[in-house]
């Protein structure tokens, strides 16, 4: 839980969060509902026995839109803000005492929302009477020109700095604007939010008997909206481009999903110049696409007493011998070789850590992309995009070396520190195609890869593989019909539509605890296979494939089904031998130390020049501790101490000894 009181609007908003042993750029969102409070609104919908029918007014279900976003926002996005303003109403209240925008109730000022923002939010869907109150409509509709002007100035005052303001507009009046002149404000006034850097997201919503059309008012008012981050490799995905069907709720609970599925952030890894050859540099970014998404501990919370706290922790390091606390400054860094501590001062390790050079992508030659084996990857790739920031014109020269790799089919090999302090690695430059989906929208950007490689040493000798089994031609046709049945749709997993159920369960806890609620016992895993529709569409399918399987089998002899592996019986021991009740049985069984072994399979243990030849070729760790201690025990060495002792005293004893 984030406090609120330590997030002043408009401060640190350049800060750099450190996320393990990278830093990013944190991008923080404003979002403003505005929701329409006609008496068109407010109308109940018809009684339908439809159970997925909605059942709310357009207001009240963009109201527990807005509480279901805020309940998720006051977790997974602790720095973002969000505020509701209602117009329309009878009641004017700006939280301020300012009355100079009628019709216009503030229910949620623009702040990090806290857990008494979102009880008293709760509390109000569920009192009928004080919501009664406050979702009273006026008599005339408001301005539309007014509604967005008071947008602007709560965006101005309480988040000046934010990267990304966002104003989500819930209306079902496609014409607010009487005459001309009322339409022209209203465009000059969101032409102001947009010279602000905000974006409009219109959820229309369509009445019984009249659809909504955007065509008489909003398609000049709401403009398809940009990345927050200019350098960002995908866009944003926008509302906007979908809300023309006049289905707002939908197009509510659309959002609703995305963002419970995609609560992480997009933020650019690094920014490093790319060097193509000696004074030619440009400027990019990295950008990690897919990302495992795991539970980000920001603070401990006490909840001992009346209320959870936040817990300040402090560290300390104390002498093993003394316990005397020990300052920072006598700390030295170390590393242990050849059985002794080798220490460093902060300015011997700080040039150690960089004696490979300043952070730079630089490319060292060219291989086709065909001589880039698969298993060559041992580490997660990351994606590279232009940025004009520090080199101007590094987008056409990124662009002509993408398209140039793409056309030729080949793959740059380059030298990759991504920031001070890092291992230098040698990563493969593999271009990427720009790719569309069916409706024209952009899933995947054109740029390039850094796929890390491999070093000599990071190479292990892959375990030898068993025969592969064999399947007959008969099971196969019946397995293909089985697999066909269970496609996903359109044949693609999209991971967008599956959000990681052991996060969502995490943050469900801790949105109980916050706001007293009762803890679930049950989270909403939608990864579960969807059994009945299973059973539904391959059950048959599955019943003839075990009985062909049945039938195969048993023609050859061989069926495991219904044979079972003979057992042995446990022999009993004849009278008058040592498991007679007469003799005595031993109390504990002694491990026997297993014989030592040469290459050649002998039991004559491991000769000098063998053992040393194993040294040479670095494989003497590979040795089990039993054959090291034969070994020494042969030759009258101690054979006491762990595995790494007894390496270090096999080489001494062969230290000085001619092959």
């Not at 920014?271 to 990295?286: A, D, F, N």
């Not at 706290?309 to 006598?330: N, P």
């Not at 496609?487 to 469900?508: C, I, M, S, T």
């Not at 399987?549 to 009993?572: D, H, I, Y």
């Amino acid at each position: 839980m984030a406090d609120p009181q330590d997030n002043h609007p408009g401060e640190e908003e350049d800060e750099e969060e450190e996320i393990g042993d990278a830093s990013y750029k944190t991008i923080k969102d404003a979002v403003l509902f505005a929701i329409d409070v006609s008496s068109s609104m407010l109308q109940q919908p018809p009684p339908s026995d439809d159970k997925k029918a909605e059942r709310d007014s357009p207001t009240s279900a963009a109201l527990k839109c807005a509480y279901q976003l805020m309940q998720q926002r006051i977790v997974s996005n602790p720095k973002d803000m969000m505020g509701i303003l209602l117009f329309g109403t009878e009641k004017t209240d700006l939280k301020d005492g300012d009355s100079t925008f009628q019709h216009c109730y503030l229910l949620s000022d623009l702040d990090v929302p806290s857990a008494q923002d979102v009880k008293q939010l709760r509390d109000l869907l569920n009192d009928e009477e004080e919501a009664a109150k406050i979702l009273k409509p006026a008599k005339e509709p408001a301005s539309i020109a007014t509604v967005l002007f008071c947008a602007n100035q709560i965006f101005t005052t309480k988040a000046p700095n934010f990267s990304s303001r966002r104003l989500f507009l819930v209306t079902d009046n496609d014409h607010p604007a009487k005459i001309k002149q009322d339409k022209d404000i209203a465009i000059t006034r969101a032409r102001d939010l947009y010279d602000l850097g905000c974006t409009i997201d219109l959820f229309p919503i369509s009445r019984a008997g009249h659809g909504f059309d955007r065509t008489k008012f909003y398609d000049d008012l709401v403009y398809p909206t940009s990345p927050s981050d200019p350098d960002a490799p995908i866009s944003i995905p926008s509302t906007t481009r979908v809300a023309k069907s006049g289905d707002g709720l939908t197009l509510l609970k659309q959002l609703l999903s995305s963002i419970n599925s995609k609560a992480a952030p997009r933020r650019a890894l690094f920014s490093l110049p790319l060097e193509l050859g000696p004074g030619l540099r440009i400027g990019v970014k990295g950008f990690i696409l897919i990302k495992r998404q795991e539970h980000i501990k920001q603070c401990y919370v006490w909840v001992g007493g009346e209320k959870p706290q936040i817990v300040t922790s402090s560290t300390s390091h104390m002498a093993d011998d003394t316990a005397r606390v020990v300052e920072k400054t006598e700390l030295r860094k170390a590393y242990k070789f050849g059985g002794d501590a080798i220490t460093f001062t902060p300015e011997e390790f700080l040039h150690i850590r960089q004696c490979f050079g300043d952070p730079i992508i630089r490319i060292v030659g060219f291989k086709p992309l065909a001589f880039f084996p698969i298993w060559a990857n041992i580490n997660k790739a990351t994606f590279i995009y232009p940025s004009e920031a520090d080199f101007v014109g590094s987008t056409r020269v990124f662009s002509a070396l993408q398209q140039k790799l793409l056309k030729s089919k080949k793959m740059a090999l380059a030298w990759f520190i991504a920031r001070k302090n890092a291992a230098p690695v040698m990563t493969a430059i593999i271009p990427g195609e720009e790719r569309y989906d069916d409706e024209g929208e952009q899933v995947m950007p054109p740029g390039l890869w850094l796929v890390p490689l491999p070093f000599a040493d990071d190479i292990r000798p892959c375990p030898e593989q068993p025969e592969e089994p064999k399947t007959e031609p008969e099971l196969t046709d019946k397995m293909r019909i089985i697999i066909e049945q269970l496609q996903l749709p359109k044949g693609v997993y999209e991971p967008n539509k599956y959000p990681n159920p052991d996060l969502q369960w995490f943050y469900r806890i801790l949105q109980a605890m916050a706001l007293e609620e009762e803890v679930p016992r049950k989270a909403d895993d939608k990864t579960l296979p969807r059994y009945k529709q299973i059973n539904k569409r391959a059950a048959q399918y599955i019943q003839d494939y075990g009985e062909e399987f049945e039938t195969v089998f048993a023609q050859k002899g061989r069926s495991t089904l219904t044979s079972r592996p003979k057992t042995g019986k446990k022999r009993t021991a004849p009278a008058g031998t040592a498991d007679d009740d007469d003799e005595p049985k031993p109390k504990k069984r002694v491990k026997k130390e297993p014989k030592v072994k040469d290459e050649d399979g002998d039991d004559d243990g491991l000769t000098d020049e063998q053992m040393a030849g194993l040294i040479d070729r670095g494989q003497i760790n590979k040795q089990t501790v039993a054959v090291l201690k034969g070994f020494l025990s042969a030759r009258g060495q101690s054979i006491a101490g762990k595995k790494a002792d007894l390496m270090e005293r096999v080489q001494e004893y062969l230290e000085g000894k001619v092959f």
